[in-house]
C-alpha cells in the first residue's frame, strides 16, 4: 500500500512518501503480529545545504511505546492480589473507626 503523508504525520502500513524541508522521504513501515513489533526503515534524500541520503531502521514494541505514553506499568497477579488485601484490610481498619457507618 502507498501512502501520501503530511511531514510530521502518523505512518501508515506500507510504502509512506512525502516532502521534508529540503527534500523528501521514503518510509516503509510494517507490524510483526508475532513479536507486536513495529518495524520503520526510512530514506531520506537532502537536497539542501550539503546534500546528503540519509537511512534509518526504527524497532519498537507496540506495547511497550503504548503503556510509556500513557504512563502505565505491567504489576504482576501476586502484587495485585497485595494490593487488593492491604486495600481491603484499610477499609475494615477505616469502617471501624468511622464516626458515620454506611
Known amino acids: 500500500m502507498i501512502n501520501l503523508t503530511k511531514d510530521g504525520?502518523?505512518?501508515k502500513l506500507g510504502l509512506n512518501l512525502y516532502r521534508a524541508p529540503g527534500g523528501f522521504v521514503v518510509a516503509w513501515a510494517w507490524y510483526d503480529l508475532t513479536e507486536h513489533e513495529?518495524?520503520?526503515?526510512r530514506f531520506r534524500l537532502r537536497l539542501h545545504i550539503k546534500p546528503r541520503i540519509l537511512w534509518e531502521t526504527k524497532r519498537f514494541s507496540v506495547i511497550d511505546h503504548y503503556l510509556h505514553l500513557h504512563d502505565l506499568i505491567i504489576v504482576g497477579r501476586e502484587e495485585l492480589a497485595d494490593l487488593y488485601r492491604a486495600e481491603a484490610q484499610e477499609i475494615e481498619?477505616?469502617?471501624?473507626?468511622?464516626h458515620i457507618k454506611p
Open 93 to 98: 481498619r477505616m469502617d471501624a473507626i468511622a
Open 9 to 11: 504525520g502518523g505512518l
Open 38 to 41: 513495529a518495524t520503520i526503515y
